[in-house]
């Protein structure tokens, strides 16, 4: 005879919200620069960088044929290394994930950032939200109608305020998951 008992899990230990990433910046930079093929995972989260070192890790970035995923969530970066951003998108053929949550980039940059995966076919994955400043109505129509020409990415986060256009971002990623499904299926 069946039981409807539930059992409780034990309770994980609390996380430390206050750790700080104990990465070396320079070392890290140095196996970028130098194509490391070890490094696959560059965590540079919670370590606030000036402009100057945000600028080395995305040229370091450009040339780069290991990383796949890059992690730079509350780094301090601004409107100004959205460039550089940019030239990594659109030359990199490696990295596969992006994150840059919760830092300081302004809507119109954010739109500019997305625009910039119109011909990149190897990021799977983009994280923006949680931006200090907050995007506009018409900063969400733009990002959303730039994801329609992209066709890899399967994750995105952004925090949304217009429904619309939240939607019009669904779809889109819906369909680049139907076609990665396919193509792990052989359909395409």
Do not use: H, P
């Not at 194509?35 to 402009?51: E, G, I, K, P, R």
């Amino acid at each position: 005879m069946a039981s409807n008992v539930v059992y409780a899990e034990k309770v994980q230990a609390e996380v430390d919200m206050t750790e700080t990433n104990d990465i070396e910046i320079e070392e890290a930079l140095g196996q970028i620069k130098n194509n490391d093929a070890s490094l696959a995972t560059c965590c540079f989260n919670n370590v606030q960088m000036d402009a100057e070192t945000v600028d080395s890790i995305t040229s370091a970035m450009v040339r780069n044929t290991s990383v796949t995923k890059l992690e730079m969530c509350n780094c301090g970066v601004t409107d100004s290394a959205i460039e550089g951003f940019i030239t990594l998108l659109q030359s990199n053929t490696t990295l596969q994930s992006l994150s840059l949550e919760t830092n300081k980039i302004a809507g119109k940059f954010l739109v500019k950032l997305v625009q910039s995966l119109d011909t990149n076919e190897t990021l799977k994955e983009l994280r923006i939200a949680n931006q200090y400043y907050s995007t506009g109505v018409g900063d969400e129509m733009a990002i959303a109608k730039a994801l329609e020409k992209n066709t890899s990415l399967c994750k995105f986060s952004l925090n949304w305020k217009n429904g619309g256009s939240r939607n019009t971002a669904d779809r889109f990623i819906m369909r680049n998951n139907d076609i990665a499904r396919k193509k792990r299926q052989g359909l395409a």
